[in-house]
């Protein structure tokens, strides 16, 4: 089994980008095809990954502004916004072996940039917070809370499947 089936990137990314292109594609009533992000497998990685990284940016947030604001709704929001243009942009341009594996780290980074931008307008009470109590956090701290949070995601994507291979190797 190669090397990127055993440690995804981002919620089981490289796996999806490695499995094999000339799977069944699923055509969704708009002219979007999703091909090998359909597993349910990458769905429940991310779930867990998703769930770490809104726990560490709202405690993040917390800790920098004081904000008691619940913002897990809006968070989850934007992480399924950024998630989903990540795997749809792995699935078209990154794939297996080590060009793949720059690949997506350049995508990582232009997730951490792009969360942060919208953690920056979040917190400046222009992005889907009307009405409730946030305070302003600065471009580097905004950067800083959405590099910490992506990397903690990383972490489960990875940690998560590593665990059930290993698992299922001691089993067997």
Known sequence: MPWW???PV?????YAAGRQRNAALLTLPNPVVVGDIDDPIIWTIAA??????????RSQLRRIRGID???DNVLLLMNLWTWIAFLLAVEAWAGPGPDGVLRI?????AVVAVEAVLLHALMRDRFLMKGLAVRR?????????SLV???VSIAVSLALPLAVVTVAIVLD
């Open 48 to 57: 867990f990954a998703m769930w770490a990284e809104i726990k560490v940016v």
């Open 10 to 14: 981002r919620c089981a990314a490289c």
């Open 105 to 109: 780290a350049a995508l990582e980074l």
């Open 69 to 71: 604001s619940d913002l």
């Open 5 to 7: 089936r055993l440690a």
């Open 149 to 151: 949070g992506n990397l």
């Open 137 to 145: 956090i600065r471009w580097a701290q905004a950067f800083r809370v």
